[in-house]
T-cell receptor, first 109, second 118 residues
Framework: LAKTTQPISMDSYEGQEVNITCSHN???????ITWYQQFPSQGPRFIIQ???TKVTNEVASLFIPADRKSSTLSLPRVSLSDTAVYYC??????????FGSGTRLLVRP | GAGVSQSPSNKVTEKGKDVELRCDPI?????LYWYRQRLGQGLEFLIY????????KSGLPSDRFSAERTGESVSTLTIQRTQQEDSAVYLC????????????????FGNGTRLTVT
């Protein structure tokens, strides 16, 4: 199974843009890049998914370079409520989503 | 609409006792997943159901763990002879479809059952 690598933690301040980069050097042709967010005492929540180039929704943007060996989740103008753990995963045609340890984002006032 | 519901939300049990954890997925979701999350760690995949069948049970940590799903709906995760290392949050998720169709079918998680084995 292809693995992902992301920073263990990041700090930011309210109103800033936060970019979390994930490395997936062994990504397969059919794999999609998927991001989930988890707040304390809750299950993870789907944020965004993409295959290549750029995807944007009401919550975030996902930037994927041409070689697809990395991806960057961009959160515009974060607030305190964006403090959470963010997971980068690869979705393939199998049934498993393998979660790593994620990136703990702390947003300070 | 109703999301994924798990019960109980908290369970404290004595070492050696059996426990049953319940998951009610979103209606119409054919795929159902169980994960385990230890304190401060990521999610550990346990088992997956497509309909009422579990194609792969290899994520279950030992033969003390079992799971079933009936009516393509409710699922129960059973842990027999609980041990202290079983203490964790057990998360259930469902999705509309799995496999190739999962590309357009994100997982919806419940808030988990926090199991404490004393």
């Amino acid at each position: 199974l292809a693995k992902t690598t992301q920073p263990i933690s990041m700090d930011s301040y309210e109103g800033q843009e936060v970019n979390i980069t994930c490395s997936h050097n062994n990504i397969a042709t059919n794999d999609y890049i998927t991001w989930y967010q988890q707040f304390p005492s809750q299950g993870p929540r789907f944020i965004i998914q993409g295959y290549k180039t750029k995807v944007t929704n009401e919550v975030a943007s996902l930037f994927i370079p041409a070689d697809r060996k990395s991806s960057t989740l961009s959160l515009p103008r974060v607030s305190l409520s964006d403090t959470a753990v963010y997971y980068c995963l690869l979705l393939d045609s199998s049934y498993k989503l393998i979660f790593g340890s994620g990136t703990r984002l702390l947003v300070r006032p | 609409g109703a999301g994924v519901s798990q019960s109980p939300s908290n369970k404290v049990t004595e070492k050696g006792k059996d426990v049953e954890l319940r998951c009610d997925p979103i209606s119409g979701h054919t795929a159902l997943y169980w994960y385990r999350q230890r304190l401060g760690q990521g999610l550990e995949f346990l088992i997956y159901f497509q309909g009422n069948s579990a194609p792969d049970k290899s994520g279950l940590p030992s033969d003390r763990f079992s799971a079933e799903r009936t009516g393509e709906s409710v699922s129960t995760l059973t842990i027999q002879r609980t041990q202290q290392e079983d203490s964790a949050v057990y998360l259930c998720a469902s999705s509309l479809v799995a496999g190739v169709g999962a590309y357009n079918s994100p997982l919806h998680f419940g808030n988990g059952t926090r199991l404490t084995v004393t």
